[in-house]
């Protein structure tokens, strides 16, 4: 295989990465999310032990996503990364944090230290997801670059459009997480969760016509790929599926409950996860549809970003076993942590 392809394998490995990541780690930042709206300790609980067996891998993402970038596009890596400092160490530092949160709150003395641990936790949950919306805003905004270098200023990440990306971001993760637990809960949690879901589902799909809006005019690139023919014909599916998918979205919450109890409900309550799931997997597609085949917006190509050849080649093969390996893993966990999570089941 050419330089070329591998490099172009390992955008999509890369991109698939994060995006995983932003699907599993979204819906447990996004139970942090909805912690302020969840009444009474033991519905927090509860919302807390439907994710308590796969939090932790659901982060492994995160890392093969950065350590993808670092080896088989350095040149990205050394232009985004000072780009996002602030942002990215902020966030680190608030996932850490609220892991922390997340195992104290089990193990507080007294109603008090619980409450503070709970605080801890939406905190933390909150200043990650919001910091990951900005650094995404950041990088699809532009970055300036020079002789191969980070030529922008201290806080160029910190702008209108990174913090639209950043609120839009919370709302993601809320939508996912609210029907994270309508998919893993009953009764009455799972009617707080309903209502949860309308609300941020709604707010979600504002956040993304806003985006969806304003993306064409960051960059001419941008604007090429949704206005002009025949590219527009590759792009205009896309709306047209969000459109569908928010209309299935909404009438699978107003199913909820109506139906009497038999086998299969299970999979039938996580038909509004799917289409969470579908809406931020059609978001990623739109900017991969404007970015393409750029890496570093709007100058660096994914080829130009790539190591050597060798480089990539030695990482791939390494990635080709350990990617089953994780998939494999993470896939059992879900599987033997399968089904409805009842008060007073879960992690202690």
């Known amino acids: 295989m050419s330089a070329e392809t591998i490099a172009t394998i390992w955008a999509f490995l890369i991109a698939t990465a994060v995006f995983l990541y932003v699907c599993m780690d979204g819906f447990d930042l996004g139970i942090g999310i909805l912690f302020p709206w969840i009444r009474g300790r033991e519905d927090r609980d509860l919302a807390v032990n439907t994710v308590a067996p796969v939090w932790d891998g659901n982060e492994t993402w995160l890392i093969l996503g950065g350590g993808g970038l670092f080896g088989v596009f350095p040149l990205a890596y050394s232009t985004i990364l000072p780009a996002i400092y602030i942002p990215i160490i ?4 608030a996932l850490v944090f609220r892991g922390v949160a997340f195992e104290m709150r089990f193990r507080a003395a007294n109603d008090v230290q619980r409450r503070r641990w709970d605080w801890c936790f939406s905190g933390g949950s909150y200043v990650a997801t919001f910091t990951q919306g900005i ?6 905004q532009g970055i300036r670059v020079e002789d191969r270098a980070y030529a922008g200023g201290w806080w160029d990440w910190l702008s209108p459009f990174s913090l639209v990306t950043g609120c839009a971001l919370l709302a993601g993760y809320g939508m996912l997480g609210a029907c994270w637990l309508v998919w893993k809960t009953e009764g009455e949690m799972q009617g707080q969760a309903q209502a949860l879901a309308r609300r941020m589902g709604g707010l979600t799909l504002a956040f993304i016509a806003l985006v969806s809006a304003v993306v064409p005019f960051l960059l001419p690139q941008f604007r090429d790929r949704w206005f002009d023919f025949p590219l527009i014909l590759a792009a205009l599916p896309v709306p047209v599926l969000v459109v569908a998918l928010a209309l299935t979205y909404f009438r699978a919450l107003g199913r909820l409950g109506t139906a009497a109890p038999r086998r299969g409900v299970v999979w039938q309550d996580g038909i509004p996860f799917a289409c969470a799931l579908g809406l931020f997997f059609l978001s990623y597609t739109g900017l991969g549809i404007s970015m393409w085949p750029m890496i570093v917006p709007p100058d660096i190509t994914i080829w130009e970003a790539a190591s050597p050849r060798s480089s990539q080649l ?13 998939l494999a893993y993470t896939a059992y966990a879900y599987w033997i942590f399968r089904g409805k999570v009842k008060a007073g089941q879960g992690y202690h």
């Not at 902020?90 to 530092?93: A, F, P, Q």
């Open 90 to 93: 902020v966030m680190l530092l």
């Open 135 to 140: 650094a995404l805003g950041a990088l699809v």
């Open 314 to 326: 030695f990482m791939l093969v390494g990635a080709a076993v350990l990617i089953p390996i994780i």
